[in-house]
């Protein structure tokens, strides 16, 4: 009879605690999975679609933009070069970048790029949220709470690096590509297409984007205990051949102004990284000392 009364409390505990906390097996996960890539696709395409409808103004005013002379940049820059008494130092030469295209299908597929990628731009917060909530079940109460008070600055560093590349790289990269000429007799006419422009403009927005990731991988990994001050300042050379070819990748230009406006970031963010780590090195040995 005790066997019983034991047998039937254990059945009746396994329910009340649900199937969440029960053992999972790989196909079970794959569920899971799937229903979040479900719900990160939906939001991607609504999003998208959202994008779609204003396309011709996104084009014009955001899209197109860095490659004309009345981009804000060159003219912020150029001011900015005239208040620090340096001239025209900041201020670079006229840009006007006309765009063809030869393919019948090229002006629709371009627009769904265009889409797409505004799309997932808009919709990273809620992507991130959504692999949070897979990953979170596999983690230990600490890892938890560290990787759920570093969402926020993730998104952050997500939005602040593409914003340095549109409003900064951009400029420059574009500025440098459309003013650059191949010999004097005017052999070749400078006529880029719109998917090769659209797709240089998409790399150095996205490669910064994950570029300033960084310091928050940095602090997350720390935290949990993978990364130390001690081992990020051990391969830091390491690091900067890492973070120059990393430059050389996100700016399709060869000009060295243009590779140093990634550089210097990186490294800044970097080093930040190790100040990072170092805090969490802090914080824990107090926390050690206290115990």
Same mark, same amino acid.
């Given at each position: 009879?005790?066997?019983?009364? =034991?047998?039937?409390?254990?059945?009746?505990?396994?329910?009340?605690?649900?199937?969440?906390?029960? $053992?999972?097996?790989?196909?079970?996960?794959?569920? !899971?999975?799937?229903?979040?890539? %479900?719900?990160?696709?939906?939001?991607?395409?609504?999003? &998208?679609? /959202?994008?779609?409808?204003?396309?011709?103004?996104?084009?014009?005013?955001?899209?197109?933009?860095? *490659?004309?002379?009345?981009? !804000?940049?060159?003219?912020? =820059?150029?001011?900015?070069?005239?208040?620090?008494?340096?001239?025209?130092?900041?201020?670079?030469?006229? !840009?006007?970048?006309?765009?063809?295209?030869?393919?019948?299908?090229?002006?629709?597929?371009? /627009?769904?790029?265009?889409?797409?990628? /505004?799309?997932?731009?808009? /919709?990273?917060?809620?992507?991130?949220?959504?692999?949070?909530?897979?990953?979170?079940?596999?983690?230990?109460?600490?890892?938890?709470?560290?990787?759920?008070? &570093?969402?926020?600055?993730?998104?952050?560093?997500?939005?602040?690096? *593409?914003?340095?590349?549109?409003?900064?790289?951009?400029?420059?990269?574009?500025?440098?590509?459309?003013?650059?000429?191949?010999? $004097?007799?005017?052999?070749?006419?400078?006529?880029?297409?719109?998917?090769?422009?659209?797709?240089?403009?998409?790399?150095?927005?996205?490669?910064?984007?994950?570029?300033?990731?960084?310091?928050?991988?940095?602090?997350?990994?720390?935290?949990?205990?993978? =990364?130390?001050?001690?081992?990020?300042? $051990?391969?830091? $050379?390491?690091?900067? %051949? %890492?973070?120059?070819?990393?430059?050389? !990748?996100?700016?399709?230009?060869?000009?060295?102004?243009?590779?140093?406006?990634?550089?210097?970031?990186?490294?800044?963010?970097?080093?930040?990284?190790?100040?990072?780590?170092?805090?969490? *090195?802090?914080?824990?040995?107090?926390?050690?000392?206290?115990?």
């Amino acid at each position: 009879m005790e066997n019983i009364i =034991l047998s039937n409390n254990s059945f009746i505990e396994k329910n009340l605690r649900g199937p969440s906390t029960q $053992k999972m097996g790989i196909m079970d996960h794959l569920d !899971v999975l799937r229903w979040h890539l %479900v719900r990160i696709t939906i939001a991607i395409l609504l999003c &998208s679609i /959202a994008m779609f409808v204003y396309i011709d103004w996104i084009f014009d005013h955001i899209v197109y933009a860095p *490659a004309k002379s009345s981009f !804000v940049s060159y003219r912020m =820059l150029c001011s900015l070069g005239h208040s620090l008494n340096i001239g025209d130092a900041l201020c670079m030469p006229p !840009v006007n970048i006309q765009l063809q295209g030869n393919t019948i299908s090229g002006p629709f597929m371009s /627009a769904i790029t265009i889409a797409l990628t /505004a799309g997932i731009l808009m /919709a990273f917060p809620y992507i991130c949220w959504e692999l949070w909530k897979f990953i979170r079940p596999a983690l230990s109460a600490k890892e938890s709470k560290t990787i759920t008070g &570093s969402l926020g600055w993730v998104s952050l560093c997500f939005f602040s690096g *593409a914003a340095f590349g549109y409003f900064l790289l951009a400029p420059f990269t574009f500025n440098f590509l459309g003013n650059y000429s191949l010999g $004097k007799l005017g052999a070749y006419a400078y006529l880029p297409t719109l998917d090769d422009y659209i797709n240089t403009l998409t790399s150095i927005i996205l490669g910064c984007a994950i570029g300033f990731q960084l310091p928050v991988v940095a602090y997350v990994l720390s935290k949990i205990g993978i =990364l130390t001050p001690l081992l990020l300042r $051990k391969y830091r $050379k390491y690091a900067y %051949v %890492v973070i120059l070819v990393l430059a050389a !990748v996100i700016t399709p230009s060869p000009d060295w102004t243009s590779q140093a406006i990634v550089t210097v970031p990186l490294i800044l963010l970097y080093e930040i990284s190790i100040l990072l780590s170092k805090k969490v *090195a802090n914080s824990k040995l107090k926390e050690a000392l206290a115990d």
